[in-house]
């Protein structure tokens, strides 16, 4: 993590809109089909949220909006990034995990068991924030999902990724994810593709 000028960046302008504004942040909902995602988690017994995940991460890190990060009055850039995911603690409440970002699907699988394990029996949140720029996500299992509002707090300004229970309709599998971004790091039309380019990935993942 090291701060960065805006003014030699794409996202001068809309820095200085941005930077002070109350609720900078944006909320999109899309509508995903995910029936690619059941199919190689019952086949090849994986994790649905993990390959989730690990479609996230593989379109951020092919997104340059999503390597920097307003801090107050200041833009960050990161040379990596982490997706961070909540766990239920042995105590039944919910912890954090981040983990860092790989392109080896058996490496993150195998990170994202050990390390949500750990944080799970520790009660321990594993934080990369200072190394990696993270992009939150969520997922609230017990019930089918809308829509999830934006939170801003002021203090965790990072992309965060919300959905709740798929459903089934015929022979596929939709999910409701939630996206929720900083105005200041993109637009619109960069959060759409972003949205975009995951659906597509959902779509083309394949697993040896």
């Given amino acids: 993590m090291k701060e960065i000028d805006p003014q030699i960046t794409n996202r001068a302008q809309q820095f ?3 930077k002070n504004a109350p609720n900078p942040m944006l909320v ?3 509508k995903m089909d995910v029936t690619n995602l059941i199919k190689i988690s019952r086949r090849k ?4 949220n993990m390959l989730l995940d690990y479609c996230i991460g593989k379109v951020a890190v092919n997104q340059q909006e999503f ?5 107050g009055d200041k833009l960050m850039r990161f040379d990596k990034i982490a997706i961070n995911t909540i ?5 039944g409440e919910a912890s954090s995990c981040d983990i860092e970002f790989t ?5 993150y699988s195998h990170d994202y068991l050990i390390f949500t394990q750990q944080v799970a029996n520790s ?9 990696c720029m993270v992009i939150g996500t969520s997922a609230i299992v017990d019930t089918e999902l809308e829509f999830a509002g934006g939170m801003y707090s002021g203090i965790y300004n990072n992309p965060f990724i919300i959905w709740g229970k798929y459903s089934k309709h015929f022979f596929k599998y939709y999910l409701n994810i939630s996206f929720q971004f900083h105005h200041a790091q993109m637009d619109g039309m960069h959060a759409a593709k972003f949205l975009n380019n995951l659906q597509q990935m959902i779509h083309t993942l394949r697993v040896k």
Avoid: A, G, Q
Avoid at 67 to 71: D, G
């Fill in 16 to 18: 200085e809109i941005w």
């Fill in 28 to 30: 999109f909902v899309k």
């Fill in 45 to 48: 017994r994986l994790k649905f």
């Fill in 67 to 71: 390597y920097m990060l307003p801090m």
């Fill in 87 to 91: 766990v239920k603690n042995h105590t």
């Fill in 103 to 107: 392109e080896d699907i058996e490496k």
């Fill in 123 to 131: 009660c321990k949140d594993r934080d990369l924030s200072k190394e």
